[in-house]
């Protein structure tokens, strides 16, 4: 079992930059593929990147290329989401997860296991 809590979130000027971070429990982190997604208030949860465990192979969503990554560090047990030139519609609670095993990576709600709890990022314009 795979524990997850995330940090880093807060109150960014548009323009501005965020790290989150998720600290993982349990000795298998590095056997998961773990991805970032994020819920605005009366949306669903949607994709925001993906990293496979060995980390040569990412993927984001078309609003975030460019803009935000995601790394991880497994001996460490932690995943990262850099994000930058933020704009209020970056504004949700983000989520890391990670995936059911034997996805290296994916980008569906479904295909995930367990999920942190989340942190918020309220982006002003």
């Known amino acids: 079992q795979v524990q997850l809590v995330e940090s880093g979130g807060g109150l960014v000027q548009a323009g501005g930059s965020l790290r989150l971070s998720c600290a993982a429990s349990g000795r298998t982190f590095s056997m998961y593929g773990m991805g970032w997604f994020r819920q605005a208030p009366g949306q669903e949860r949607e994709f925001v990147a993906t990293i496979n465990p060995s980390s040569t192979y990412t993927d984001y969503a078309d609003s975030v290329k460019g803009r935000f990554t995601i790394a991880r560090d497994n001996a460490r047990n932690m995943l990262y989401l850099q994000m930058n030139s933020l704009t209020p519609e970056d504004t949700a609670v983000y989520y890391c997860?990670?995936?059911?095993?034997?996805?290296?990576?994916?980008?569906?709600?479904?295909?995930?296991?367990?999920w942190g709890q989340g942190t918020q990022v309220t982006v002003s314009a």
């Open positions: 997860g990670a995936a059911k095993p034997g996805l290296t990576a994916a980008d569906l709600v479904g295909e995930y296991e367990y």
